[in-house]
């Protein structure tokens, strides 16, 4: 057991009509002049921002809008917003939308408070010492950006995909109305509730320093999400099915289900950073298109875990060998995919990468986590190339 | 489901050595003038006091001392914190202690900063508008108050205890170090294990508004902190399983295990608060001692939720009837509390009451509550009369 932090400052108001409240919050956190980031045109199609900046007028709050955040947030996005905020004198951020909406804005606060090029924070390079104050009104569950400290931006020049986490930039409050994911496509609502579960599953594969409350939050969080993905893909509007998946999203990637491990293994992540920053995939989908293969690589070396995951989690009976029940239980993850219409491979991703593809793929993703990486096995190049290798399907 | 609010500002550092953050955390809170405020001598004969004030001396920050918080912390100590407060222009409380030394803190917190008498806001007559920043240096885990937004004061005048609840005293930060809590005697680690699954349990007996992901996670604490609260009395020192305990009293109180719900029920905290007003018996102790019999008298009406405790909870198996399993999990709850040596009745817990002394309490509690109060069953006066009755032994 390790020691940990835990900081979780963000106000969360969750229900329905909570989003009414948002220039109250706004005001409570001392905002008088707001960047409201969004991200494609859905937000106004709905009459949600529209509804937002309704009740910023007549709460006498000043604003600007920056639109046009899309999945895999753009960095030059991300310098217009810092540019319109220092010309505006913004001093509070607005995300109106899902994680990209959110970690565009987390990177536009960083570049407002922060000397130089944003991109050095999240290309290693430095560290940031403040962000503007930034509320969210979540349509999304996926991310768990709402409630993180991580943020991920992909630069167009290369197609870097790159994260950067620092608690400065943890949302000050985030309303989560459930009623406000009700519209998505099935194929949306499946790859945030994928994310949401790959969020406790990083930490969880570990083999360092597990908790047992840990545990037990982590696995009950997970069995409630998966339940309720099945539910959703036959009964897209159950507001109480959207309700347990939506809060279970910002549980999942608070830090809750980390605390006392060795900070969990998230390979599976930087492994798709490098699919989403190439092909522009959905991150849920390339999350599930990677696992399979990534669980069958490295589970003899977490057994334990893979073992208890596969009892606890994914309901599998102990067959008597270790191995055994740990592969039925990846087995059962992939089962679950499949019913939630996720891809299990690149092939079902739709992504048809050559071996340099691979190679490129592999070199970057080795070089973003500074040479090696894992908890559950640390990976090298090579294994990570073998890991993609096997996920072509 | 119900809408809900999720606030839990607190930065918590966990583990061995975190107390010697302090000073730093003081800092970054903005803290100049500390109270130290702490209990009896049990911080100062272990050496923690003198370690904090010479991390606050090296660090440069003044601070004045108050000790003498009791169990069932007393008023006059709250004024005479007060005074001390603004004699010495003090502007950051540090609690070091448990639930006493915190929840005296937020009351002189309260005093500081809000006009008239801090007894007013106990006494329902009017609401805090902010409070003094607080930090604890945790020594029990009992309350779960270094989270909270709650505090509980006994007005020594008629012996009347009562709660106050506001977002204002959540502690700033919670430094929490399980070795700290390696020499509790048994008798005080059980009335903590006990007051712990008493914070979840109340916020799950309820018939309004559950939602799964909530209760899988008040399932797996509660599990994990009795599984824990036996290995303690075989093995006090073992610093795994103290430090489990430890950050589910923290997770158990913060809000956490009843996102969703109608509020919880709570009947079981106010019928011991009576107790502890009237007898100053060990807070833990005194919930077990009651709440066997406040069980029987209501399970009926809150069936489904008894029978789902005791087979995810307590380990039962389904008999088929609900009532005999409900029951069966009120049972193997008191066989726990013997096993960890609780009381489970007022006999045990070394209370003599007569019967005049029984309506006297049920007729403070039923005006401490404002008539009625109760989730898993409404209990008015009479109601509180019939279970303090059955708990006598």
């Known amino acids: 057991m390790f020691n940990f932090k835990y900081y979780t400052p963000t106000k969360v108001l969750f229900g329905k009509g909570t989003e009414l409240k948002t220039a109250e919050l706004i005001k ?27 009740l910023l007028d007549e709460a006498g709050i000043s604003y600007v809008t920056l639109g046009g955040a ?21 001093d509070f951020l607005l995300a109106v939308g899902g994680g990209s909406a ?13 000397e130089g090029d944003v991109w050095d924070l999240y290309d290693y390079k430095k560290k940031a010492e403040s962000c503007l104050p930034l509320g969210v009104v979540l349509t999304l569950a996926a991310t768990g950006s709402e409630m993180s400290d991580s943020s991920v931006i992909t630069k167009e020049d290369g197609l870097v995909k790159r994260g950067y986490s620092s608690d400065y930039c943890r949302p000050r409050f985030a309303i989560l109305n459930p009623e406000l994911t009700m519209t998505l496509p099935n194929y949306q609502t499946a ?67 980390g605390c006392g491990n060795d900070g969990g293994d998230w390979m599976t992540h930087k492994l798709e950073h490098e699919l989403g920053g190439l092909y522009d995939v959905a991150h849920g989908a390339g999350l599930a298109a990677i696992w399979g293969s990534w669980a069958r690589y490295v589970y003899k070396d977490c057994l334990p875990r893979f073992k208890k995951f596969a009892i606890n989690v994914m309901g599998v009976a102990d067959t008597g060998s270790d191995e055994e029940t740990a592969l039925k239980g990846i087995e059962a993850v992939e089962a679950f995919y499949r019913e939630i219409k ?34 559950a096995k640390l990976l090298h190049e090579e294994d990570m190339l073998a890991i993609y290798r096997a996920s072509l399907g």
């Open 70 to 90: 899309v999945p895999n947030p753009h960095l030059s996005l991300v310098y217009e917003g810092i540019e319109l905020c220092k010309k505006e004198n913004v």
């Open 28 to 54: 409570e956190f001392g905002g008088k002049k707001v960047l409201i980031h969004y991200g494609g045109g859905s937000v106004v199609r709905s009459g949600l921002l529209k509804k937002v900046t309704d």
């Open 102 to 114: 959110i970690d565009s804005a987390k990177a536009i606060g960083y570049g407002v408070t922060n």
């Open 342 to 375: 996720m891809p299990t491979n690149l092939k079902e991703l739709g992504v048809n990468a050559t071996e340099d593809d691979l190679k490129e793929m592999a070199r970057k993703c080795a070089l973003g986590v500074g040479g090696a990486m894992g908890s």
């Open 191 to 257: 790859c945030g509730c994928t994310d949401i579960m790959m969020h406790t599953m990083e930490r969880y594969f570990t083999n360092g320093g597990n908790m047992e409350i840990t545990d037990s939050l982590a696995e009950g969080l997970l069995r409630t999400v998966k339940e309720n993905a099945l539910i959703l893909v036959k009964d897209p509007k159950n507001y109480d099915a959207r309700a347990e998946v939506m809060w279970a999203g910002s549980l999942s990637h608070n830090g809750l289900t």
